[in-house]
């Protein structure tokens, strides 16, 4: 698993812890999923991977989830701080990448420190 994939799906349990059973229901309402696959997912992060297996987001979209979030009928406002936590990692990731100090200073060691 590349570090980006691991750093989202770190992302995604964080998210998910902070969401109860009544959250889970209105994303799956919000998600528009079917019968079959509401009964699948009993929890957040259960509905987090169906979203992400349906290519609906990605380690480099979260438009779709954000919209959830904020959305006033879902309400959850208050999460904010970890999706802009995840973005800025992100953005570090991209510049240690991109500037080829991956090996010297892993992306790792950011997930750690602000996850």
């Not at 696959?37 to 290519?55: H, I, K, M």
């Not at 510049?95 to 090996?103: E, G, L, R």
Request: net charge neutral; aromatic share 14%.
């Amino acid at each position: 698993m590349s570090e980006r994939n691991e750093l989202f799906r770190k992302f995604l349990l964080k998210l998910s812890n902070q969401l109860g059973k009544v959250d889970v229901k209105r994303l799956k309402f919000l998600a528009g999923f079917g019968d079959r696959v509401a009964e699948q997912c009993e929890e957040a992060l259960d509905v987090f991977e169906e979203l992400r297996r349906s290519g609906k987001i990605a380690s480099d979209n979260l438009t779709y989830l954000k919209e959830f979030l904020f959305d006033e009928e879902f309400g959850r406002r208050d999460l904010i701080d970890i999706v802009g936590s995840y973005l800025h990692i992100c953005s570090y990731f991209v510049f240690f990448v991109s500037n080829k100090w991956a090996k010297r200073f892993p992306c790792g060691q950011l997930i750690g420190i602000i996850l």
